[in-house]
T-cell receptor, first 120, second 117 residues
Framework: EPEVTQTPSHQVTQMGQEVILRCVPISNHLYFYWYRQILGQKVEFLVSFYNNEISEKSEIFDDQFSVERPDGSNFTLKIRSTKLEDSAMYFC??????????????????FGNGTRLTVT | AQKVTQAQTEISVVEKEDVTLDCVYETRDTTYYLFWYKQPPSGELVFLIRRNSFDEQNEISGRYSWNFQKSTSSFNFTITASQVVDSAVYFCALSDPVNTNAGKSTFGDGTTLTVKP
């Protein structure tokens, strides 16, 4: 079964440094997402991406965050200047557009295994 | 705004007991979609079940069953004859078409289920 893959599995960085988290969504999916989960807490929406642009973002997704789909397969999340509170598990997800006869947002999110970001 | 409430923070049962995980949601939309995801100790998020707002038929799949009641905005999940491998955090999630290009899912806080041998 096709999978969403994320690299690296664990990233340690110093406060103020830039990090790029990488994801390869399932190839025929059109909707892409980043979620984060601070240790032991809920899964929080960061951003959704469709048709090469951000379709929605949360209040967490401030100017320090950006997303890109540079080459049609990778989907990246960049944090420009990391803060201690950015330490979390970051999950990439993708979603199929094919859910007929129901709308596409009936299809489930397919998550990667996550990247654990530790900011020291 | 969308909201998902999982009032049970932690549940502990002994193997072979039945357990029900509660989920209550809020949305202004008449069309919406509900999901349950499982997060085992290894950390990945795994899709379990989905329901749309106009399908109130409840379902049983092996040891799992779901009870969707629109009148009470609840989407509860039951595991019968629980097993140690069922130990995980279970998340209820709501997806609604407020932004039809986004399909954002809103997650509850999760219920940690521990099944003891």
């Amino acid at each position: 079964e096709p999978e969403v893959t994320q690299t690296p599995s664990h990233q340690v960085t110093q406060m103020g440094q830039e990090v790029i988290l990488r994801c390869v969504p399932i190839s025929n999916h059109l909707y892409f997402y980043w979620y984060r989960q601070i240790l032991g807490q809920k899964v929080e929406f960061l951003v959704s991406f469709y048709n090469n642009e951000i379709s929605e973002k949360s209040e967490i997704f401030d100017d320090q965050f950006s997303v890109e789909r540079p080459d049609g397969s990778n989907f990246t999340l960049k944090i420009r200047s990391t803060k201690l509170e950015d330490s979390a598990m970051y999950f990439c997800a993708s979603r199929s557009s094919d859910s007929e006869p129901l709308p596409w947002y009936n299809s489930p999110l397919h998550f990667g295994n996550g990247t654990r970001l530790t900011v020291t | 705004a969308q909201k998902v409430t999982q009032a049970q923070t932690e549940i502990s049962v002994v193997e072979k007991e039945d357990v029900t995980l509660d989920c209550v949601y809020e949305t202004r939309d008449t069309t919406y979609y509900l999901f349950w995801y499982k997060q085992p100790p290894s950390g990945e998020l795994v899709f379990l079940i989905r329901r749309n707002s106009f399908d109130e038929q409840n379902e049983i799949s092996g040891r799992y069953s779901w009870n969707f009641q629109k009148s009470t905005s609840s989407f509860n999940f039951t595991i019968t004859a629980s097993q140690v491998v069922d130990s995980a955090v279970y998340f209820c999630a709501l997806s609604d078409p407020v932004n039809t290009n986004a399909g954002k899912s809103t997650f509850g806080d999760g219920t940690t289920l521990t099944v003891k041998p």
